[in-house]
């Protein structure tokens, strides 16, 4: 016989996120929106890999199990996984919350982790490019022309931008590229009855 969640006695939390009730006797479903890369580095066991640029796409899956067990929403931080919260309770998912302090936070309280083969994550990425093209447009202006400081400058500008508004479009981009998606279909990014 199966039991479905109103068969269940529920014991009343309220999340400060967004102060839904949610329930104490169900496992939240963990759901990493960072890049497959650092999701292969490490993760939560049983949590389910969603990059944020491929959050749309399983929209219809959340929803539907949402209204099962509880999600929270993981990245390295919590930065990205702000994006991802305002863009599912948008959308209809509202029995979501965020894990505080993100996977680092729960590496350094010693709780388990799956470790995989080590990577460079997303802000990895983001401070070898903006590092690399400084020291080019400092190397440039040297040897070719006085014009090429300006690189050095507009990299300082956006990474200052992005410390500001907690936004990086140099992140954005990259997160879009091949080795930073799934490389596989929604149906086989699953374990087998899972809905995702």
């Known amino acids: 016989m199966t039991t479905t969640l109103l068969d269940q006695e529920q014991i009343p939390e309220t999340s400060e996120a967004n102060n839904i009730p949610l329930s104490q006797d169900l496992d939240p479903l963990y759901v990493d929106v960072r890049t497959p890369q650092e999701f292969e580095n490490v993760h939560i066991a049983g949590a389910r890999n969603i990059p944020l640029p491929d959050l749309h796409a399983y929209i219809d899956e959340l929803k539907t199990l949402a209204q099962q067990r509880p999600i929270k929403l993981v990245c390295r931080t919590q930065n990205r996984v702000k994006i991802a919260y305002d863009y599912l309770t948008n959308n209809g998912v509202t029995q979501c919350e965020i894990l505080e302090g993100g996977i680092t936070a729960w590496v350094n309280q010693g709780k388990p982790v799956i470790k995989g083969q080590q ?16 020291m080019l447009g400092v190397a440039l202006g040297f040897t070719v022309h006085e014009g090429f400081y300006l690189l050095p400058a507009i990299i300082g500008a956006g990474l200052v931008h992005a410390g500001v508004t907690d936004s990086c479009l140099m992140g954005m981009f990259l997160s879009k590229l091949p080795m930073n998606r799934i490389k596989h279909s929604p149906s086989t990014s699953t374990k087998k009855g899972d809905s995702l």
């Open 119 to 134: 990577g460079i994550s997303l802000e990895g990425q983001v401070r070898a490019i903006a590092g690399g093209l400084i």
